[in-house]
C-alpha cells in the first residue's frame, strides 16, 4: 500500500524533519499533522548512507535541497539509545539528541530505536497496510511484538495501555537457533567462520546472502555470490534453484524467530513484521514453513496457536511512527 504523499508543503505550520536510517539506507521527510487531524509525509528522499561521513551531512544536504528550515526532528536508528544518543549497530555513526538540536537550530529533537518508531507506526496503519499471514486481529491490549529483517533484524514489544509503550530491544543478536537439518548443517557453516552466529546473522538482507552462500557450499553448487535482491530474483525465475530453497528456508527461518519472539515477550496480542527484506520475501511465505515454524512450541504451542501475524506492506511506517513520536507530544 503506498501512502499519499501530497506535494505542498504548509510553511505557515511548524516543519517536523522525521527520519529512518538503517544500516543501508537513511529515509528522510517533513511531517505535519493536517486539519483532519492526520499526520501527512512530504518531500521524502531515500539516501545510500554509505556515501556519508555522518547523519548531520545527510540532513545538511537534505534541507540545502528543499531550502527550508525545520522547527523540530525526530529520527529514528537502527541501534540502541542510551541517555539521549543512540550508537548504530551496523555503521559506525553516533548520533545525539543534543548535538542534532543545535547544529539544526531545532526547538525539539528526538532520537529514537528503528523499531520503537516501526512499532509505533504500526499501530497508526490502516489495515490494507498490512499482509494477514496468520489470521486474527492484532490485539493491542496486550502485549505485541514488532520485528523485522532489513540490514540487521530489529525486534520491539509494544506493551498495553494508554499512552502507548514501546520497548526497544537488541533480539536481533540473540543466537541463531536452527528449526531443521539444512539449518543445522547452514549454523556449523557459519559457526566455524564467524565468532558468533546471531539471528540477524543469518536472517536479513546480509544473512539472505551468507544463508545463500552456505547452501550453495552444502549442495556442492556454486553460489556466484549472489546479493539479497539477486537471490529473491533468480528465486522467482526457478523453482529448483538453490535462490528458491535459499529464500523458502529463509521465510521458515523468519517464522521461528517470530514465534520466539512471541513467546519471548509474551506477545498474547499479535506479531507484527516489517523490514526491507520482508516484503520482497512476502510471495515465498505461503509456501514455506513459515506457519509451523511459528506455531510449533512443542509443549509451548498452545500459547501460540491463536497469535494471529501480520506483514506490514504499507510504505514510510517509521516514518510515521517517528513523527507521531513528537507531533502526539504534549508542548
Ligand atoms: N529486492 C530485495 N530482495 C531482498 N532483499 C533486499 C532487496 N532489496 C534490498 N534488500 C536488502 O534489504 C536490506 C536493506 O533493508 P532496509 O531497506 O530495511 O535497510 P535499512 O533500513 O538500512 O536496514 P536496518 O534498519 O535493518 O539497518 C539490505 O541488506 C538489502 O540487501
Redesign the pocket.
Known amino acids: 500500500m503506498q501512502m499519499p504523499e501530497p506535494q505542498t508543503v504548509d510553511l505557515s505550520q511548524e516543519l517536523t524533519l522525521v527520519g529512518?536510517v538503517?544500516?543501508?539506507?537513511c529515509r528522510l521527510a517533513l511531517a505535519q499533522r493536517t486539519a483532519s487531524g492526520n499526520i501527512e509525509l512530504h518531500h521524502s528522499e531515500r539516501y545510500a548512507v554509505a556515501e556519508y561521513e555522518h547523519f548531520n551531512d545527510v540532513v545538511a544536504s537534505y534541507l540545502k535541497k528543499y531550502d527550508i528550515r525545520a522547527q523540530r526532528g525526530a529520527f529514528a536508528f537502527?541501534g540502541p539509545k542510551f541517555d539521549d544518543e543512540i550508537r548504530m549497530t551496523?555503521i559506525n555513526w553516533i548520533v545525539s539528541e543534543d548535538e542534532l538540536r543545535r547544529t539544526f537550530a531545532l526547538e525539539t529533537a528526538v532520537v529514537l530505536n528503528?523499531f520503537v518508531a516501526m512499532a509505533n507506526g504500526a499501530t497508526v496503519i490502516p489495515d490494507d497496510g498490512f499482509d494477514v499471514l496468520i489470521p486474527g486481529k492484532v490485539n493491542y491490549n496486550k502485549p505485541v511484538s514488532v520485528l523485522g529483517p532489513?540490514?540487521?533484524m530489529?525486534l520491539s514489544c509494544i506493551l498495553p495501555g494508554r499512552p502507548l509503550r514501546i520497548i526497544p530491544t537488541e533480539g536481533g543478536h540473540t543466537a541463531f537457533a536452527p528449526g531443521d537439518e539444512l539449518e543445522r548443517d547452514v549454523l556449523r557453516y557459519w559457526a566455524n567462520r564467524m565468532p558468533f552466529v546471531s539471528a540477524e546473522s543469518l536472517i536479513?538482507?546480509?544473512g539472505?546472502e551468507r544463508l545463500h552462500t552456505a547452501i550453495c557450499a552444502i549442495m556442492d553448487k556454486p553460489s556466484n555470490d549472489l546479493?539479497?535482491?539477486e537471490v529473491?530474483t533468480a528465486a522467482q525465475l526457478d523453482k529448483t534453484s538453490t535462490a528458491r530453497i535459499t529464500v523458502t528456508q529463509f521465510c521458515s527461518m523468519l517464522g521461528g524467530f517470530a514465534g520466539n519472539a512471541a513467546v519471548t515477550q509474551g506477545a498474547s496480542g499479535g506479531v507484527v513484521i516489517g523490514?526491507?527484506?520482508s516484503r520482497?520475501?512476502a510471495p515465498f511465505i505461503q509456501s514455506s514453513d513459515f506457519i509451523e515454524r511459528f506455531k510449533n512450541r512443542g509443549p509451548g504451542s498452545w500459547y501460540v496457536k491463536d497469535i494471529p501475524v501480520r506483514l506490514i506492506r504499507a510504505d514510510f511506517v517509521p516514518l510515521y511512527g517517528a513523527a507521531a513520536m513528537v507531533l502526539d507530544a504534549p508542548n
Do not use: E, K, Y
Open positions: 529512518d538503517g544500516g543501508t539506507n537502527a551496523n528503528d532489513g540490514t540487521g530489529g536479513s538482507g546480509p539472505l546479493t539479497a535482491p529473491v523490514g526491507g527484506v520482497h520475501i
